[in-house]
């Protein structure tokens, strides 16, 4: 856990019992927890899983992951109140789950606000009067259906999947970072996702399916399954080949980055290039501005070192899957 509390040390809220807040106040006020909600950390990407633990998380329909920096938070819930959260937390543990710690969270997509130590839950018990059921609640165990993007050896950032929705991001004691998108109760949906997961170009993804904590074959959660396929249940520790269908990925060379006008000395150097392609980052409303099309990531960086030595000291290659901006890193890994 210490790992995983010095990871917020510089956030807006300390979570170490010795620190306060930047108000002066230690936890949050109830005002402020009032905008928040509650989830349960059960792990992060700063200490190793194994494949029994991840297939336990996968089981959870409210298994999602939550990113801060190079940090991943594995988390189980949304939870308007913290009593629900620890009720939660108490099955959780009492069916085989370790847990971490209880945190705030808000945002869509979600970010963590405060991770709660035992101190700061005991005062927000006592400021709202909260009774927490003993007795253990019998849940009904749900079939759990999602899409597996496929298996790397480095970190894919959410952004480089593009379009696809509930983007989840594990990383396995075996050193590879495993994708998945979607989650679905019923195997009808879980096929239309795969579907439309194949249309976008992952041609190595495949369906997933978890029963009570266990991940279980396609067979035993109701799939018509052909003799040819291999329908086995073990995580391999082999990256996905050719993730993306061949063809998808293209390289380009970027030359710059501006948030306002280009400086007329370098419009010049672009204009004498030619064919430079302005794409802004919505999110951030710079505007990149892009050079060529390439098959291999070899000729883009042949043709990245010939503009270097016309001048453009800070051009460098970027991956290009579907129109949409990746790293290089990223697009090698896609394509190998």
Same mark, same amino acid.
């Given at each position: 856990?210490?790992?995983?509390?010095?990871?917020? /040390?510089?956030?807006?809220?300390?979570?170490?019992?010795?620190?306060?807040?930047?108000?002066?106040?230690?936890?949050?006020?109830?005002?402020?927890?009032?905008?928040?909600?509650?989830?349960?950390?059960?792990?992060? =990407?700063?200490?190793?899983?194994?494949?029994?633990?991840?297939?336990?998380?996968?089981?959870?329909?409210?298994?999602?992951?939550?990113?801060?920096?190079?940090?991943?938070?594995?988390?189980?819930?949304?939870?308007?109140?913290?009593?629900?959260?620890?009720?939660?937390?108490?099955?959780?543990?009492?069916?085989?789950?370790?847990?971490?710690?209880?945190?705030?969270?808000?945002?869509?997509?979600?970010?963590?606000?405060?991770?709660?130590?035992?101190?700061?839950?005991?005062?927000?018990?006592?400021?709202?009067?909260?009774?927490?059921?003993?007795?253990?609640?019998?849940? &009904? &165990?749900?079939?759990?259906?999602?899409?597996?993007?496929?298996?790397?050896? /480095?970190? /894919?950032?959410? %952004?480089?999947?593009?379009?696809? =929705?509930?983007? %989840?991001?594990?990383?396995?004691?075996?050193?590879?970072?495993?994708?998945? $998108?979607?989650?679905?109760?019923?195997?009808?949906?879980?096929?239309?996702?795969?579907?439309?997961?194949?249309?976008?170009?992952?041609? =190595?993804?495949?369906?997933?399916?978890?029963?009570?904590?266990?991940?279980?074959?396609?067979?035993?959660?109701?799939?018509?399954?052909?003799? $040819?396929?291999?329908?086995?249940?073990?995580?391999?520790?082999?990256?996905?080949?050719?993730?993306?269908?061949?063809?998808?990925?293209?390289?380009?060379?970027?030359?710059?980055?501006?948030?306002?006008?280009?400086?007329?000395?370098?419009?010049?150097?672009?204009?004498?290039?030619?064919?430079?392609?302005?794409?802004?980052?919505?999110?951030?409303?710079?505007?990149?501005?892009?050079?060529?099309?390439?098959?291999?990531?070899?000729?883009?960086?042949?043709?990245?070192? =010939?503009?270097?030595?016309?001048?453009?000291?800070?051009?460098?290659? /970027?991956?290009?899957?579907?129109? &949409? *901006? *990746?790293?290089?890193?990223?697009?090698?890994?896609?394509?190998?």
């Amino acid at each position: 856990m210490e790992r995983l509390y010095k990871a917020y /040390i510089d956030s807006n809220y300390y979570v170490d019992e010795k620190h306060v807040t930047k108000s002066g106040e230690e936890g949050l006020s109830r005002k402020k927890r009032s905008n928040l909600k509650y989830t349960i950390v059960i792990g992060s =990407n700063s200490k190793e899983i194994s494949a029994n633990d991840l297939h336990k998380y996968l089981s959870h329909k409210d298994f999602k992951t939550i990113e801060r920096g190079d940090s991943v938070f594995y988390v189980i819930g949304g939870f308007e109140s913290i009593k629900e959260a620890i009720e939660k937390r108490k099955q959780l543990e009492n069916e085989g789950l370790k847990t971490e710690s209880i945190a705030l969270i808000n945002g869509v997509p979600s970010q963590v606000q405060k991770i709660l130590s035992n101190k700061n839950i005991k005062q927000i018990i006592k400021e709202e009067n909260i009774l927490i059921e003993t007795n253990e609640v019998a849940t &009904k &165990k749900e079939m759990i259906y999602r899409v597996q993007l496929g298996a790397f050896n /480095i970190k /894919i950032s959410k %952004e480089a999947f593009g379009s696809l =929705n509930q983007i %989840e991001e594990v990383k396995g004691n075996d050193g590879l970072y495993r994708y998945y $998108s979607g989650v679905y109760n019923n195997k009808e949906d879980a096929a239309k996702h795969k579907i439309e997961v194949l249309s976008k170009g992952y041609s =190595n993804s495949y369906i997933v399916a978890f029963n009570e904590g266990k991940r279980i074959s396609l067979e035993e959660a109701g799939f018509d399954v052909k003799e $040819s396929y291999d329908d086995v249940v073990e995580e391999s520790s082999v990256p996905t080949k050719e993730a993306i269908t061949k063809g998808l990925i293209k390289f380009k060379v970027q030359i710059g980055a501006y948030k306002n006008d280009i400086p007329t000395d370098v419009l010049d150097v672009y204009l004498q290039l030619g064919q430079v392609l302005p794409k802004i980052d919505p999110s951030t409303g710079i505007t990149k501005y892009l050079v060529g099309t390439f098959d291999t990531y070899e000729e883009a960086t042949k043709y990245k070192n =010939n503009i270097v030595q016309k001048g453009v000291l800070d051009a460098f290659v /970027i991956g290009d899957f579907n129109g &949409k *901006i *990746i790293s290089a890193r990223e697009a090698l890994e896609f394509t190998k």
